[in-house]
C-alpha cells in the first residue's frame, strides 16, 4: 500500500477494500508469535497475543487482510478460522496505511498500530524469523481447529473481551498438544525423550513445572492491581478473573472458561464451566461441580453475595444471598426437608417460585435465592432455611 497521507484517505482505503467480492469483517484478530516444536518445527506448540481484538478494530482488520493481499496471500473470509505468516513487507505495507495515526500510538490507543511497530523494529534489527509471527482471524464461532485461533479465543475469555460460557470451544483439547512447559516456554515431550540421555549427563535437563495443553493464566495475562493469585499454579489459562477476586493457595483452582463477575473469595475449586458472582466466597476446600463431573450437563452458576462453607459441594446453580454449610453436598437429586414456617419466608425471597412440600429436591431448588443449606447434627436430615445472615467479603483484603 502507498502511503496515506490524512484520516480521510485511510477511511476511503477502508470503505474501498470492504467493497470487495467476498470480504467481511472477522469476529476476531491478532498477530501472535508462536513456539514451535523442537523436534517438528512445523508444530505449533503455544500462541502468543500482545493485542486481541474481538468484534472491533475492523479497519485496522481490513488493513491486515489488504496488506496480505498484497503479498500474494488471499484471506477467505467463508473460512472459520485463517492463519498467515507476518514479514516485514507485510508489516511495511500496514505502517504505511497507518500513517496518519503513527504519532498517536502512545498509551491506549491504537493498539494495533502499536504491535505492528514494535514487531517492524525487532524483525529489523534482528533479522526475519520466518514463521515465528502470524496473524489470525476468526470469522464464525466454530469448533476449534488451530492452536492459534484457539488461544486466540482463550485470550478473550481471559481478559474478559467476552462472557463466560459464551463461546465455541469445542475442539480446543484436540487443538492443543500436550508439553511440558519449563519456565513459561513449551517443549516437546517427544523432544525430551530423544534427548533425555545427552541433556542430564551435561546438566541441561530442563527444570519441569508442569505437563498439560493449557498454561497457566499469569503466563499470559497482567491481572488487575487489587487481584491476588498467591500460587500461579491456581489459575489455568482460558479462565475469567473479575478485578479484586483474590484466589489463595491450598485447595483453590480455577479451570478454563471459568471464573469469578465480581469481587470474591476463591479459596476452592471452580471447575469448567462454573461462574461465581460478586461478593461471594468459595471456602477452603469447596467444590463447584463442572458440566463434566455430576452435573448433567448444567452449567452452575453462584450468585452475589453467597458462602460457600469448607469442603462443601454445590451441584447446583445458586441465587444470591446463598449458604452451603461446611461439608455438605448439594446436589441434584438431595433431598432437603423444609419445614412449615420456612416456606413463606423462602416463597417472599423468590417471587414466582411457589415453592411446596415437606422434601424437595436440590435440581428444583436451582437458582433461587436467600437459601441456606444445613444438616441437622442429631438426626443427619438435610434442610433448607432462609437464610438470615447476609455474606459481605472483608473491603480491606480486596
Not at 105 to 129: C, M, P, T, W
Not at 171 to 200: C, H, M, T, Y
Request: glycine fraction near 10%; include cysteine; proline fraction near 3%.
Amino acid at each position: 500500500m502507498e502511503t496515506i497521507q490524512t484520516a480521510d484517505a485511510f477511511k476511503a482505503l477502508i470503505e474501498n477494500i470492504k467493497s470487495k467480492d467476498g470480504y467481511r469483517d472477522p469476529l476476531a484478530f491478532g498477530i501472535c508469535r508462536v513456539d514451535l516444536g523442537q523436534k517438528n518445527g512445523d508444530k505449533v506448540l503455544q500462541a502468543t497475543y500482545p493485542v486481541v481484538n474481538w468484534n472491533e478494530n475492523f479497519g485496522s482488520a481490513a488493513i491486515f487482510i489488504e496488506a496480505l493481499s498484497e503479498q500474494g496471500v488471499t484471506v477467505d473470509c467463508n473460512e472459520n478460522e485463517v492463519v498467515c505468516n507476518v514479514n516485514l513487507a507485510f508489516l511495511e505495507s500496514c505502517l504505511n496505511a497507518f500513517t496518519p495515526y503513527s504519532d498517536e500510538a502512545f498509551g491506549d490507543a491504537h493498539k494495533n498500530i502499536q504491535v505492528i511497530s514494535a514487531l517492524y523494529g525487532q524483525l529489523k534489527a534482528e533479522g526475519a524469523r520466518e514463521g515465528e509471527f502470524r496473524v489470525v482471524f476468526i470469522f464464525d464461532d466454530a469448533a476449534c481447529v488451530s492452536v492459534e485461533a484457539t488461544y486466540l479465543k482463550l485470550y478473550a475469555l481471559s481478559l474478559a473481551k467476552v462472557e463466560l460460557r459464551s463461546i465455541n470451544l469445542n475442539g480446543a483439547f484436540g487443538a492443543l498438544p500436550n508439553v511440558a512447559w519449563s519456565d513459561g516456554q513449551p517443549i516437546e515431550l517427544d523432544w525430551l525423550r530423544e534427548n533425555e540421555i545427552e541433556l542430564k549427563f551435561a546438566n541441561a535437563y530442563p527444570h519441569v513445572d508442569f505437563v498439560d495443553k493449557f498454561p497457566r493464566f499469569l503466563q499470559h495475562i497482567i491481572p488487575a492491581d487489587n487481584t491476588r493469585i498467591l500460587e500461579t499454579s491456581k489459575v489455568r489459562f482460558g479462565a475469567q478473573l473479575h478485578a479484586g477476586t483474590t484466589v489463595m493457595p491450598g485447595a483453590s483452582y480455577i479451570n478454563f472458561n471459568a471464573g469469578t463477575t465480581g469481587v470474591s473469595m476463591v479459596e476452592g475449586r471452580i471447575s469448567s464451566s462454573a461462574i461465581v458472582g460478586d461478593g461471594s466466597d468459595v471456602g477452603g476446600g469447596a467444590s463447584i461441580l463442572g458440566v463434566l463431573s455430576g452435573t448433567d450437563g448444567n452449567p452452575i452458576s453462584v450468585g452475589k453475595n453467597s458462602l460457600l462453607g469448607a469442603n462443601s459441594v454445590c451441584g447446583i446453580p445458586l441465587g444470591d444471598a446463598c449458604i452451603i454449610d461446611a461439608g455438605i453436598a448439594v446436589l441434584e437429586g438431595t433431598k432437603f426437608i423444609i419445614e412449615e414456617d420456612e416456606l413463606p419466608k423462602l416463597n417472599d425471597a423468590n417471587p414466582g417460585a411457589n415453592i411446596e412440600g415437606e422434601w424437595i429436591k436440590g435440581k428444583d431448588l436451582a437458582g433461587l435465592n436467600g437459601l441456606h443449606f444445613r444438616q441437622d447434627s442429631f438426626t443427619g436430615e438435610m434442610m433448607v432455611l432462609r437464610s438470615k445472615r447476609e455474606i459481605k467479603l472483608n473491603a480491606d483484603l480486596h
